[in-house]
Nanobody, 114 residues
Framework: QVQVVESGGGLVQPGGSLRLSCAAS????????VAWYRQAPGKQRELVAH???????NYTDFVKGRFTIARDNAKNTVTLQMNSLKPEDTAVYYC????????WGQGTQVTVSP
């Protein structure tokens, strides 16, 4: 069983920044792909960014150039640096660790509002 815990959400003004962190309780973390998803009220959960076990990244179009995903295998963490935030980025952000099965965190709320 892998425990996944997100942190770093909060309230920020448009144009501001937040840094989300995803911590996983597994010594095999370095072998797993990890992704950030988000879900806004009334909408489906959607992929935001993804990082492979060997550090390759990809982003959905609406965050390219604004968000950066990175991993620190020594700390079993993946971060999502979010810059130039917009009100439409408001959502609960979830971390997914793809091990032998999918492990989701409980989510962290990000609210972008004046």
């Amino acid at each position: 069983q892998v425990q996944v815990v997100e942190s770093g959400g909060g309230l920020v003004q448009p144009g501001g920044s937040l840094r989300l962190s995803c911590a996983a309780s597994t010594s095999s973390f370095r072998f797993y792909n990890v992704a950030w998803y988000r879900q806004a009220p009334g909408k489906q959960r959607e992929l935001v960014a993804h990082i492979t076990s060997d550090g390759r990244t990809n982003y959905t179009d609406f965050v390219k150039g604004r968000f950066t995903i990175a991993r620190d295998n020594a700390k079993n963490t993946v971060t999502l640096q979010m810059n130039s935030l917009k009100p439409e980025d408001t959502a609960v952000y979830y971390c997914l660790v793809v091990a032998r099965r999918d492990y989701w965190g409980q989510g962290t709320q990000v609210t972008v509002s004046p």
